[in-house]
């Protein structure tokens, strides 16, 4: 039962990643589509999104899926891995499916440019969460046990 319990949130954290990346390309995409005075995006652009925002979140997961070799990559390089991965799926993906095929260059430019600013803001982001929440629980877990710890 614990192995099942392992998998099914490893599944949902995959799934949350996946459908925050699809919105985000999804949005950027038709947003530069528009002003780009294009109106309407392809129903099979916007799957083509999903599959590619999913295959992001496997990329993201598969870096960190095993927690020994994990904590033996540096911080920085952790940090830049979780943004660099997805951003490179991303980008092959886009010239890969032709997504841009009828805009401007600048178009590809700036939508690669925001969604790779926008992955670094959530690996930060996610980073900063998960110290705080270890932070609260390891305080907590010390008034448990009857010590005190001064931050």
Known sequence: MKKW???????????????VHWVSL??????????????????????????????MAIGQRFIFC???????IPSAVRYTLWTLVPAVIMIAAQFLFGWFGDLPCVAWISFDIILVVFLAIV?????????????????LLTQYQGGRRDV
Do not use: P
Not at 5 to 19: P, V
Not at 131 to 138: A, G, P, Q, S, Y
């Open 5 to 19: 319990k392992k998998w099914i949130r490893a599944e949902m954290d995959m799934e949350f990643f996946a459908c």
């Open 26 to 55: 999804l949005w950027c995409y038709s947003l530069i589509r528009w002003l780009c005075g294009k109106d309407g995006v392809s129903f099979f652009f916007m799957t083509e999104m999903g599959v590619t925002s999913y295959v």
């Open 66 to 72: 095993n927690e020994r070799i994990y904590k033996r």
């Open 123 to 139: 690996e930060i982001c996610i980073h900063k969460f998960y110290e705080d929440d270890t932070k609260v629980l390891n305080d």
